[in-house]
T-cell receptor, first 113, second 113 residues
């Protein structure tokens, strides 16, 4: 069953602009992770935020988590053409097996040079 | 760096054939996973394994089986391939522990004709 749902499905911006992607989920979670997938490749882990955290930074990435709204956002600042990829959120539900991350359908980000 | 290697990037098989997809990881990870990725459906978990010879069904195990005889190798088996199993198959591994990131291979694009 799908837990996380990303929004928007697709986003097109110019190089240098910021990109914001959102993820909503349905049940309580232990943590939420964001992954990137370049075309035709596997997913790469970007960042993890735990349920007791509200914000986390890693380089040009900023992730927020609002457990009351069951939502998360991923902000990429000063985007580059190389950021063009699909971005997925993955949730680790509370009470569930810690093996079973559930992925959303992804946001396709296009950064135009 | 963790390396997860899937034996084939592209595979074309006929309906009814028995198909083996192989995955090897080099970081002594306890957990290994098989996902399939389809447009509009995101990633769906087929099977996972948390130890040698141990396996658990994911969300869509029907038509698939798995084998984990050695810690580094996790095989996905399509007993009798069908056209609705045409998809991108992604293998991943992780260490034990909640929140451990998944490390993905580059995927096998399987076409069943």
């Amino acid at each position: 069953s799908q837990q996380g749902e990303e929004d928007p499905q697709a986003l097109s911006i110019q190089e240098g602009e910021n990109a914001t992607m959102n993820c909503s989920y349905k049940t309580s979670i232990n943590n939420l992770q964001w992954y990137r997938q370049n075309s035709g490749r596997g997913l790469v882990h970007l960042i993890l935020i735990r349920s007791n955290e509200r914000e986390k930074h890693s380089g040009r990435l900023r992730v927020t988590l609002d457990t009351s709204k069951k939502s998360s956002s991923l902000l990429i600042t000063a985007s580059r053409a190389a950021d063009t990829a699909s971005y997925f959120c993955a949730t680790d539900p509370s009470g569930g097996s810690n093996y079973k991350l559930t992925f959303g359908k992804g946001t396709l980000l296009t950064v135009n040079p | 760096d963790v390396k997860v290697t899937q034996s084939s990037r592209y595979l074309v098989k006929r309906t009814g054939e028995k198909v083996f997809l192989e995955c090897v990881q080099d970081m002594d990870h306890e957990n290994m996973f098989w996902y399939r990725q389809d447009p509009g459906l995101g990633l769906r978990l087929i099977y996972f394994s948390y130890d040698v010879k141990m396996k658990e069904k994911g969300d869509i195990p029907e038509g698939y089986s798995v084998s984990r005889e050695k810690k580094e190798r996790f095989s996905l088996i399509l007993e009798s391939a069908s056209t609705n199993q045409t998809s991108m198959y992604l293998c991943a591994s992780s260490t034990q522990g909640r929140g451990s990131p998944l490390h993905f291979g580059n995927g096998t694009r399987l076409t069943v004709t």
